[in-house]
């Protein structure tokens, strides 16, 4: 049997040391895990896709790709506007308020843009993801109802008005989608909300 005695600050000094190398050994291992966690940079550039709006003329439409997506971007004249209020249109829309609509705060209105002139909007028929095509003249002999302008889905027979509101009778059951957007300038506008 062992007659040495238990020395109480050696065993104090070894617990005390043993946990200081557990802690700095936690602290190298959960650095690279939390570095991990951040946006690649590959993530960061795909986030905001930056749109020059300066050589888009009134009634015209341009395409742009953010991540992933096609987005419209729609200069609207003023006869276009008009329809978004014209009863013969707004008598025949699913959610002419917007209120069950994929869209930031800021859309959430019979323009659903920031600026009514301006509309971006994702180019993807909320039925089975089809792209619609552009149709900004009135008539049309591709709608049973008053066609003012729009988009109308080749694949279903979704109609949307020309701020992307869907119509009775479609398949697509939600107004298309409006991302979060901002104007930068007068000439141009950021598509997404950066990171980071």
């Known amino acids: 049997m062992s007659t040495d005695s238990v020395n109480p600050n050696r065993r104090r000094f070894l617990n005390w040391t043993a946990g200081v190398v557990g802690a700095v050994g936690v602290g190298y291992a959960a650095v690279p895990f939390i570095r991990s966690m951040s946006p690649s940079a590959a993530v960061m550039a795909e986030a905001t896709t930056t749109v020059d709006l300066s050589k888009v003329d009134k009634g015209q439409r341009i395409t742009v790709m953010w991540q992933g997506k096609p987005v419209w971007v729609v200069r609207r004249t003023d006869e276009m506007l008009e329809t978004l209020e014209d009863p013969e249109v707004t008598g025949q829309l699913k959610d002419p308020d917007s209120q069950q609509s994929e869209q930031p705060e800021f859309a959430a209105n019979e323009f659903r843009s920031r600026e009514p002139e301006w509309l971006v909007m994702i180019a993807i028929c909320t039925h089975l993801g089809c792209i619609p095509?552009?149709?900004?003249?009135?008539?049309?002999?591709?709608?049973?109802?008053?066609?003012?302008?729009?988009?109308?889905?080749?694949?279903?027979?979704?109609?949307?008005?020309?701020?992307?509101?869907?119509?009775?009778?479609?398949?697509a059951p939600l107004?298309?989608?409006?991302?979060?957007?901002?104007?930068?300038?007068?000439?141009?506008?950021?598509?997404?909300?950066?990171v980071g």
């Open 133 to 171: 095509s552009y149709h900004p003249e009135s008539g049309g002999n591709f709608w049973s109802g008053a066609w003012k302008g729009g988009f109308f889905c080749p694949c279903h027979g979704s109609g949307y008005d020309l701020a992307g509101r869907v119509m009775e009778g479609s398949p």
């Open 175 to 194: 107004n298309m989608a409006v991302p979060y957007y901002e104007f930068l300038s007068d000439s141009e506008l950021r598509i997404g909300e950066p």
